[in-house]
């Protein structure tokens, strides 16, 4: 009796990692540095718009995200640069690219871009030439979602201040300087 319990146990196990779905993407670790060199513009500012689009070919969806930029690092952005996101939703239908990332509107961002396969620009390194702002307790900028050997290349005497067990954050201006100095 334990041994049939135990198989009919040990199939519905089987049966429900069967039916499961892994969404994964492989991508090859940036350091700031990389990302800096690999990209043709860096920009600081917010989102504006966001507009999922079908390619040409109606094989790909792309979000069309609008950026009014504070303050540009690198390249020649003016008041405004637009990028594409793999992935959104169109018609109902709905396509993501694990590692990509969604945008939001008013969302505060320093981005390295690059032009893509598309020939438009494209976040460089999926999320990892992304940096998104917020406000700590005290109403300070910071930046989030960095490794700590890049927030410690970015801090004067490499000093972290932590977010949560697994973020790590840096003030805006303290990484802007960083950025200046790349």
């Given amino acids: 009796m334990f041994r049939i319990a135990s198989c009919v146990l040990l199939l519905f196990v089987f049966a429900s990692f069967s039916t499961s779905t892994v969404h994964a993407t492989t991508l090859e670790p940036l350091s700031i540095e990389e990302l800096s060199q690999r990209s043709s513009t860096i920009v600081h500012g917010t989102v504006v718009s966001t507009q999922a689009k079908w390619n040409e070919a109606k094989t790909m969806i792309f979000t069309h995200v609008q950026f009014e930029v504070a303050d540009s690092f690198r390249g020649s952005a003016g008041s405004q640069v637009e990028f594409l996101v793999p992935g959104g939703v169109v018609d109902g239908i709905r396509m993501e690219i694990a590692g990509t990332g969604t945008f939001q509107k008013d969302q505060e961002s320093i981005l390295f871009l690059a032009p893509g396969g598309t020939g438009k620009l494209h ?3 999926l ?10 307790d005290d109403g300070r900028k910071q930046i989030r979602g960095l490794a700590l050997d890049a927030i410690q290349a970015l801090s004067p005497g490499g000093v972290v201040a932590s977010a949560s067990a697994d973020q790590q954050s840096v003030s805006l201006d303290e990484f802007k300087n960083g950025l200046r100095k790349l």
């Fill in 123 to 125: 976040v460089n390194g």
């Fill in 127 to 136: 999320t990892q030439g992304r940096f998104d702002v917020f406000e700590d």
